[in-house]
């Protein structure tokens, strides 16, 4: 693939010292894949000879399909919109970002300026008053479609009809507008009730021929061309013929089991969040699935729960399964969060003794840490190759094959 040869300086983003979103921004493209396959190298040289270059984009701006912003006062009372700098929650106003989504930073920017006319008032941490707390805008890639959810510290919205009216008269492609209900005193930005205003909500993409829902709360991958390249990779490793049985480990939403379920015989997806978990059971339904089903449970449990034959009873979401399942997985698939997985999950996982286990990771150090624990329980790596699907930052996601080794 053609690299960018721009060489963004950190004069494109007058705030980015604050910010700290972008922790590469005064770096070349090129230079910043060489870091990155730099420290793949150390930390996964020493698993396997096949580490594959990392794969970069060729326009790596504005790739996030995925947009939080917070909404604040400034020290002189005045509301303000942008980012919080890292590691804290002081707002740096930004009224744009080249790493986001150019339509939703607009549609975000739209909702700060009808602010005054609707008379809302954004909320003050400091004195726990206020309505607006945040704004997150998502994009399904390849439909089009936006979701605004609205996270507010009230469920009455007065005229929340002439304020969605008079957002969509300009943003015609909103396909659903979401009042998320946050009145606790919490760093997390969504509370847990949703209140649909506009809409399903919920909007859908396309993923490796498959259609997928995204609901607030769901995790999906905010880079989706990258992500589809990742997930080809995922499934050619897994090496699937049609008969094996397969264990989706963090599913989160079905997204990597839903494309490996046309190449295999079984699928079963373990996923601890429960709006993960319906969403999942409502992409396998859309997408005329019949060999998957989905399990809400923390992953480690299930595993444990499985290796030692005591299965998860009532936490099951049925699409169908089919008689005669087997327990033991041919083949394990792992997209665990930035921490990584648990001692415990490889210790079960070693019990069930998959002949296959393809784990996905976004944090390299927790990789290696968890590959050492693989090895020592007879699994080699055959296979690593990373992808960047954060240009401009640290992170980088990788995909690794490994293999029971042969006595």
Known sequence: MKKASTRPGKELCPVSDRCGGCDLLGIDYERQLA?????????????????????????????????????GLDRKGKPVVGRYEKNTHRIVPAASCMLEDERANEIVQEIFSLLASFRIRVHDEDSGYGFLRHVQIRRGFATGQYMVTLVCS???????NNFVKALRSRFPEIATVVLNVNDRHTSMVLGERN???????????????CTFRISPGSFYQVNPPQAQRLYETAIRL????GKE????????????????????KQVTGVESNGDAVRDAVWNARCNQIHNIRFIQMDATDYMERLSSGRLPDGAENRVEVPAGSENRPDVLILDPPRSGTTPRFIEAAARLAPDRIVYVSCDPETLARDLKLFRAKGYRVLEAQGYDLFPYTEHVETVVLMSRAKD
């Open 35 to 71: 870091q990155k396959n730099q420290r793949l190298k150390k930390l996964l040289s020493g698993f396997t000879m096949q580490l594959h270059p990392i794969v970069g984009m060729e326009n790596p701006a504005h790739y996030r399909c995925k947009v939080n912003a917070a909404f």
């Open 154 to 160: 009230d469920p009455v919205f007065p005229s929340k």
């Open 195 to 209: 209140i649909i205003l506009y809409g399903k909500g919920y909007i859908e993409d396309q993923l490796c021929g």
């Open 238 to 241: 897994a090496g699937l013929t």
């Open 245 to 264: 049985t397969v264990l989706d480990a963090y599913c989160g939403t079905g997204t990597i089991g839903i494309i490996a379920s046309g190449r295999a």
